[in-house]
Structures are given as C-alpha cells and as structure tokens.
C-alpha cells in the first residue's frame, strides 16, 4: 500500500512530467546552417520557435585577413532586426539579443579566423509560417550609410 505523502509525491512528479511534455510539443528547433547570399561568413545557424518566442543564432565569422566590426541595434531602432513571415504577411519586431555589443554604445571586433555567435529573440512565429525573411531594418538598405545590413531573404522551414 503506497503511503499519502508518497502518492502527493508521485502526483507531483506525474504533473512535472506532463507539464514538461507538453511544453517540449510547442518547441520545434530547426538547424539550418544557411549562410547570408552575399555574405558567406555570415550563417544562419538554427531557428527555435518555442512556446512564448523565437529564437534565432547567427554565427559571424572572418574569413578576411582584416578585422570585422560587428554591432547589433537594440530593439525599437530603425535598423533593429525583424522576422517576416512570407506566407502570413505577420513581421515580428526583435526583443533581445546578446553575444554582439549593441551599435548605440560600441562595435565588436572579429579578428581573422575568430567568429562570434549573435543570438536574436523574437515574439513566437505564428502558426503556419514556413517561409521567412530576417534582416537588419527590414532587408532594406541604408540609404546614408556604406554600411550592409544583415538579411536572409529566403529562409525555408522544414521538419528536421
């Protein structure tokens, strides 16, 4: 015969079982390693779409014999990063980042041969989204600035 406390314990640990269960059936992490069309060094590693967010890894890396300056404009900047989706026509707004510094305070520098790992956060796709656009300022170029900005035009999800 199984105690009181021991069946409060096993309900307990029945309930964390279901309630981590049910929150790994809402996470779908797709691993993409897709570099940027005009920018070899510049990968799109994974994208996570996870219960309340999304979240993407880009891997910089130089390739060049000279250094790189990297930066990342915080959330609500003009150049700040979005994530589209094609096929919905929602764009979510960047809320986080974090492995680059942010443009407004100083530019990272990648030495040749090194990389950084730039990780963006974003509200949680909407459902149905399989076709994506993710880019600094929309994907649209900086009209007073030599400056390129990031952006993956065709970004396919598919079951992994």
């Avoid at 990780?119 to 030599?146: I, V």
Wanted: aromatic fraction near 4%.
């Amino acid at each position: 015969m199984i105690s009181h406390k021991k069946k409060l314990s096993l309900r307990a640990a029945c309930a964390a079982m279901c309630l981590a269960a049910a929150g790994a059936a809402h996470a779908q992490t797709y691993k993409l390693n897709l570099p940027m069309d005009d920018d070899p060094d510049t990968v799109l590693q994974t994208i996570a779409v996870l219960a309340k967010e999304t979240r993407i890894t880009l891997l910089l890396k130089n390739t060049s014999d000279d250094d790189v300056g990297v930066c990342v404009h915080p959330a609500g900047a003009a150049d700040a990063f979005t994530l589209r989706a094609l096929d919905t026509g929602d764009v979510l707004q960047q809320t986080a980042f974090s492995g680059v510094s942010d443009c407004s305070v100083r530019r990272d520098t990648v030495r040749p041969g090194k990389q950084k790992t730039l990780r963006l956060t974003f509200p949680r796709l909407p459902k149905g989204a399989t076709r994506l656009q993710l880019g600094e300022n929309d994907c649209q170029p900086n009209a007073d600035s030599d400056v390129q900005n990031w952006c993956f035009r065709d970004i396919e999800l598919t079951a992994p």
